[in-house]
């Protein structure tokens, strides 16, 4: 869409540069790097708010797209978030979405029994599945062009937000403890007749002790 601007945000520590970098590299025009001790701990309601407030510094953003749910907590909840912070309407689930040229999108939104067809203005909040996106091809042009663009960083001094709504003190959730789920053996496959597995099935709960 000639005259648009993508611009890319994050929140995380210096490290989360990189994965900027690399939107630059296919063609993103600027990147934002949110990042502070002050913001560590925090819950996906006190990330949802630093993140917002980077937007609204930003502003003027027709859409804001986020990723379905991050790959560490899987709640799915900071893009929703964000976009109840900044009272803006939000489809999520997008598989697939159209633009009228104007202002309104006609989105294909996922839904567990197949899709729903809505159609959402601008300004808005998207979060997106991966199954919808290609991401655009990493060119040695744009690599070069993007190699030395500049990635601004924000910290909790660049930013107006309320002491109270980041980190752990803008967090009412606290994760307890966290553990490796365990694996389990290998299971086995049987090819039978129904009788001869009723009679497999009576034997392996005699082992378990379900049954005598």
């Known amino acids: 869409h000639p ?3 993508v611009t890319i945000l994050t929140m995380g520590p210096g490290r989360a540069a ?3 970098r690399e939107g630059l590299f296919r063609g ?5 790097l949110l990042t502070d001790r002050a913001f560590a701990g925090a819950d996906t309601l006190a990330t949802s708010y630093a993140l917002a407030t980077a937007i609204r510094k930003i502003g ?3 859409i804001i797209i986020g990723g379905r749910q991050a790959i560490d907590g899987d709640t799915a909840q900071v893009g929703p978030q964000i976009a109840e912070h900044l009272d803006l309407p939000q489809v999520t689930y997008v598989e697939s979405l159209t633009f009228d040229g104007n202002k309104t999108f006609t989105v294909k939104k ?5 899709y729903q067809m809505v159609q959402v203005d601008t300004p808005c909040v998207f979060t997106a599945l991966a199954s919808g996106v290609k991401p655009r091809y990493m060119s040695v042009r744009g690599i070069v062009e993007a190699y030395n663009h500049p990635i601004e960083t924000w910290t909790y001094n660049d930013i107006t937000v309320d ?3 980041i980190g752990l ?4 959730t606290r994760v307890f ?6 694996v389990k053996a290998a299971g086995q496959i049987y090819e039978v007749d129904p009788a001869e597995a009723v009679d497999i099935i009576i034997s392996k709960l005699k082992e378990k002790f379900i049954i005598e």
């Open 60 to 62: 003027n953003c027709d």
């Open 169 to 172: 003190n803008g967090s009412p």
């Open 110 to 114: 996922s839904m567990e029994d197949g």
């Open 28 to 32: 993103a025009d600027n990147g934002y």
């Open 177 to 182: 403890k966290s553990f490796t789920k365990g």
């Open 163 to 165: 002491d109270q709504k």
């Open 18 to 20: 990189d994965i900027i």
């Open 3 to 5: 005259g648009s601007t």
